[in-house]
């Protein structure tokens, strides 16, 4: 039979679940598909640059060749970019990769890896192809990371520690670590203990928020910083993101990597995204306008929201755990697209990433709507 098939663990594992494309909801509704706005992925509501779009259509031409499997020029900018030597970086398939390798590379069954609830789905997912053992930390009553608890959990788990996740900011939640915190959770973890810290959303720190993790790989061999290109530089659809550490973690990713991980397109599409400011400044001037714009009408409408330092923001849309399912239909109905979390423990709530400001404000008018409605044929 072929359940006899297959490991154990793998059987185990929840295959993830994304945002809902727009084609599907359009068919599932009758809904023209033009109308349909979406807010579910975190993607960036600019799109692509017009400088990566540039960039792909030059190196199409050159597709029948592999692609570098180096990607010694990426890699050289990348380096100029961060103040890293160019063998400090792993490129990978979506920072989701490096995320992958990374559990691949340190731990194997009966290991503990070590995140947060709440934390970004990923991590379990990771956790369980290599089949370790997850370790769900409770999340802080802000809903954030609870970095003492987190060292806690490591310290209890000893040797089989083997790695720890953390993401600042944190998807879905929007939470955010101080620096220094995070600074002395490094240092504290055991020194076979590797850290990764997430930086997919790194772009969208506000001035104020932001600290050199560059410096932290630099001190720490345990350390992994992952980045994205998905978020702030707009090319989701490309899957490209890297992780930054010293030679010995970065050879061990590169060890079980695949050898062309990152296609020539993407590898194009990134160098000219980092080389176009521009485009991140209005991208982040957007989402700063955007977060504004949303978060006052929740408090208009006299919903809880979590304050957010990604481009998207969790708000709560009412008090069972059907809410959130409830709450989702209504918008998919409307022809508005956003992440329903009750996989991530968070049923009344819903992920909405944020937009350009006219799709913020649609989102803004059909929650209006649906509100209004609910209470209308509530007693
Ligand atoms: C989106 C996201 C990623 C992964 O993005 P990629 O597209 O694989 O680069 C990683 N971590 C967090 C927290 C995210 O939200």
């Given amino acids: 039979m072929t359940a006899k098939i297959g490991l154990k663990h793998v059987h185990a594992i929840a295959p993830y679940v994304g945002g809902k494309p727009i084609s599907e909801v359009a068919r599932q ?25 540039e960039a792909i259509l030059k190196a199409a031409a050159d597709l029948g060749r592999y692609p570098d499997s180096n990607a010694f020029h990426l890699k050289d900018i990348l380096s100029l970019h961060l103040g890293v030597s160019p063998d400090w970086i792993t490129l990978g398939n979506g920072s989701n990769d490096i995320l992958e390798l990374t559990a691949r590379a340190v731990a194997q069954r009966d290991d503990a890896i070590i995140f947060s609830k709440h934390a970004f789905a990923v991590y379990p997912l990771a956790t369980q192809a290599v089949g370790a053992r997850a370790v769900e930390v409770p999340a802080t009553s802000a809903y954030g990371h609870d970095l003492d608890a ?53 772009e969208y720190l506000l001035p104020e928020q932001r600290y050199n993790s560059m410096e932290w790989v630099r001190r720490f061999p345990n350390l992994m910083v992952s980045r994205s290109f998905s978020k702030a530089y707009g090319l989701a659809g490309l899957r490209i993101g890297y992780g930054i550490a010293q030679t010995h973690l970065t050879n061990l990713l590169n060890r079980i990597r695949q050898p062309f991980n990152v296609n020539s397109l993407a590898q194009a599409a990134a160098i000219a995204a980092l080389g176009d400011p521009a485009f ?19 408090e208009k409408m006299g919903l809880d929201y979590l304050p957010s330092s990604g ?13 959130g399912a409830r709450f989702n239909l209504a918008l998919l109905k409307r022809g508005i697209i956003v992440r329903p979390v009750a996989n991530y423990g ?8 944020i937009g350009l400001t006219e799709e913020n404000a649609a989102l803004i008018t059909a929650m209006e709507h649906i509100l209004l409605v609910e209470n209308q044929v509530s007693p």
């Fill in 280 to 298: 991140l400044k209005k991208g982040f001037d957007l989402n700063r306008a955007g977060y504004t714009q949303l978060t006052q009408a929740f």
């Fill in 311 to 323: 481009n998207f923001v969790l708000v709560k849309v009412g008090s069972d755990l059907e809410a």
């Fill in 346 to 353: 968070l049923p009344e709530w819903l992920r909405i990433s």
């Fill in 150 to 202: 987190m060292l806690a959990a490591v310290k209890r788990e000893s040797s089989a520690a083997k790695l720890v996740f953390i993401a600042n900011p944190n998807n879905p939640t929007g939470s955010y670590l101080q620096a220094d915190a995070i600074e002395q959770f490094i240092a504290a973890v055991p020194s076979e203990t590797v850290v990764v810290l997430d930086e997919a959303y790194n």
């Fill in 29 to 53: 509704f009758g809904l023209d598909e033009n109308k349909i706005i979406k807010l579910a992925s975190n993607e960036n509501p600019l799109g692509m640059p017009q400088s990566a779009k």
